[in-house]
């Protein structure tokens, strides 16, 4: 459209999951190279929903693992509008980086998981951390969070 997209939110993420397109499904690396540039920029379910089937359209049946970085995208996205600036998996949890905690949302969060969770609200860098269940993925934790903060986000601290 001749306008310059805009800048994705600014969060990071490094957790355990299979996330990439593979060469076998889309063979040239020019449409390939598009194609994360169109999944980096996936900021709606409904943005999420017009590529996969765009995908589907040019080259058929994404696998698993283009889904998962398409998934990881739309979270990717929707964390860095929350104020999350990084999630990264460690010691068997999921740290979630905010730029200042909601009370809230802490709150929403101690509900659901009250016995898998840490915090740190008083001196920046500012964390929530949430222990992984035996046998729970990690994007399934991290899309259950993100979406308890979405929830509880409407309350400043």
Known sequence: KGEAPPAPPACTVDIQVEAHIPEDYISSMTSRLEI???IALVETEADQADLIDELIDRFGDPPKSLL???GASLLRNTAGR???TEITQKR???FFFVTQPNAKQLQGLMVKYYD???FN???APYYVAVRIKKG???VDLMREVIAT??????MST
């Not at 903060?149 to 409407?154: D, P």
């Open 92 to 94: 068997g949890a999921l």
């Open 36 to 38: 994360y540039r169109r």
């Open 116 to 118: 898998r969770i840490a």
């Open 82 to 84: 929350l104020g999350i």
């Open 68 to 70: 998962n970085l398409i």
């Open 136 to 138: 729970e993925l990690s």
């Open 121 to 123: 609200d008083k001196t």
């Open 149 to 154: 903060f979405e929830e509880n986000a409407g």
